[in-house]
């Protein structure tokens, strides 16, 4: 079992309350072989939502305290971040999870890449909470 960016399955729960469908991917999903999972409406972002980007870094300085997450108004909402990614590990975990493809660029399941907090699309090297606590963990982060 594997766990996929729920936006990539299809879901409605990007930022502006759309998708980004790829349809290897929802094939997973439909074929009970992949969990669909959008870590910020588990930390209780709404659909649809604010932009959102790290502010002073990546995802690991995030879990370390050294970085935030800001949306586009400059609320911090680096809790609600936080607790999406504890609760996309708790869920790896339940169901012996070893691999996950996650949404590029975004501040949660960005792989390698993230934008600069300066919400001016600039993409800067790092990963987002999300994937940084799931590799901490052990896990396998592929993005799409």
């Given at each position: 079992?594997?766990?996929?960016?729920?936006?990539?399955?299809?879901?409605?729960?990007?930022?502006?309350?759309k998708?980004?469908?790829?349809?290897?991917?929802?094939?997973?999903?439909?074929?009970?072989?992949?969990?669909?999972?959008?870590?910020?409406?588990?930390?209780?972002?709404?659909?649809?939502?604010?932009?959102?980007?790290?502010?002073?870094g990546?995802?690991?300085?995030v879990?370390?305290?050294?970085?935030?997450?800001?949306?586009?108004?400059?609320?911090?909402?680096?809790?609600?971040?936080?607790?999406?990614?504890?609760?996309a590990?708790?869920?790896?975990?339940?169901?012996?999870?070893?691999?996950?493809?996650?949404?590029?660029?975004?501040?949660?399941?960005?792989?390698?890449?993230?934008?600069?907090?300066?919400?001016?699309?600039?993409?800067?090297?790092?990963?987002?909470?999300t994937?940084?606590?799931l590799?901490?963990?052990?896990?396998?982060?592929?993005?799409?």
């Amino acid at each position: 079992m594997i766990l996929v960016s729920a936006c990539l399955a299809g879901v409605n729960c990007a930022w502006d309350g759309k998708n980004k469908l790829n349809k290897e991917i929802k094939k997973l999903v439909d074929d009970k072989l992949a969990i669909p999972v959008c870590p910020e409406v588990l930390g209780g972002r709404s659909i649809p939502r604010t932009k959102t980007e790290i502010k002073g870094g990546s995802g690991k300085d995030v879990l370390n305290g050294r970085a935030k997450v800001l949306d586009e108004n400059g609320l911090d909402v680096t809790e609600e971040f936080l607790k999406g990614a504890r609760a996309a590990l708790e869920l790896a975990k339940k169901y012996s999870v070893t691999k996950v493809i996650l949404k590029s660029k975004s501040p949660s399941c960005g792989v390698d890449y993230i934008y600069d907090g300066s919400f001016n699309r600039k993409l800067v090297k790092g990963n987002g909470v999300t994937t940084a606590l799931l590799i901490k963990e052990g896990v396998q982060c592929l993005s799409t």
